[in-house]
Nanobody, 119 residues
Framework: QVQLVESGGGLVQPGGSLRLSCAASGSIFSIDAMGWYRQAPGKQREMVAHISNGGTTQYGDSVKGRLTISRDKVNNTVSLQMNSLKPEDTAVYYC?????????????WGKGTLLTVSS
């Protein structure tokens, strides 16, 4: 099993920036990819970004150009740098971990951290 703990959520004004982080522990050897998903009130969970150990990345269409995912394999963390935030970015952000086999397959999930973008 892999345990994931997110941090960094909070209240940000529109146009602002924020960095989310996630620490992985447990059976780290079983994963080679991590990612971020989000779920806004009344909406389905959507993929935000993925990154593999080899550096392959994938971004959701709604966040391309504004968000950057990065991975620290030594410390088993994944971060999401979020810029030019919009009110529609308000959501619970979930860290995920799994494998990359040409596609990203997430198996483990964190409990989420809330980001609110509002003036």
């Amino acid at each position: 099993q892999v345990q994931l703990v997110e941090s960094g959520g909070g209240l940000v004004q529109p146009g602002g920036s924020l960095r989310l982080s996630c620490a992985a522990s447990g059976s780290i050897f079983s994963i080679d990819a991590m990612g971020w998903y989000r779920q806004a009130p009344g909406k389905q969970r959507e993929m935000v970004a993925h990154i593999s150990n080899g550096g392959t990345t994938q971004y959701g269409d709604s966040v391309k150009g504004r968000l950057t995912i990065s991975r620290d394999k030594v410390n088993n963390t994944v971060s999401l740098q979020m810029n030019s935030l919009k009110p529609e970015d308000t959501a619970v952000y979930y860290c995920a971990a799994g494998n990359y086999r040409g596609i990203f397959i997430m198996k483990y999930w964190g409990k989420g951290t809330l980001l609110t973008v509002s003036s």
